[in-house]
């Protein structure tokens, strides 16, 4: 019943920056996390960032230097600021949520549609 809309996806030239965007549906007090997940061709998918209900995050170490996730709880709003972007952060980038307990990071329990991050010259 939860819904995650995506929106931010696009171009960017290597060292460039771009900002996701997630609105969900629900109060995000409801959920126990919030995030974002990304496919590259050919890989698996992985855990980029988490924001959890009491405010600690967890981050990927491919981009805990680069990018921050952070949240807008008025907006009901969780964003991905990705900054000195590279070709290997190519992928498709999913808005996640987490409802259960314990929590599991790597099965989030809602999924947004996706959206095309590309990074070349």
């Known amino acids: 019943q939860v819904q995650l809309v995506e929106s931010g996806g696009g171009w960017v030239q290597p060292g460039g920056s771009l900002r996701l965007s997630c609105a969900a549906s629900?109060?995000?007090?409801?959920?126990?996390?919030m995030g974002w997940h990304r496919q590259a061709p050919g890989k698996e998918r992985e855990l980029v960032a988490a924001?959890?209900?009491?405010?600690?995050?967890n981050y990927s170490s491919s981009v805990k230097d680069r990018f921050t996730i952070s949240r807008d709880n008025a907006k009901n709003t969780v964003y991905l600021q990705m900054n000195s972007l590279k070709p290997d952060d190519t992928a498709v980038y999913y808005c996640?949520?987490?409802?259960?307990?314990?929590?599991?990071?790597?099965?989030?329990?809602?999924w947004g549609q996706g959206t095309q991050v590309t990074v070349s010259s």
């Open positions: 924001i959890m209900r009491s405010g600690s995050i």
């Open positions: 996640t949520a987490w409802d259960s307990k314990p929590l599991r990071l790597d099965s989030p329990d809602y």
């Open positions: 629900a109060n995000d007090f409801r959920l126990n996390a």
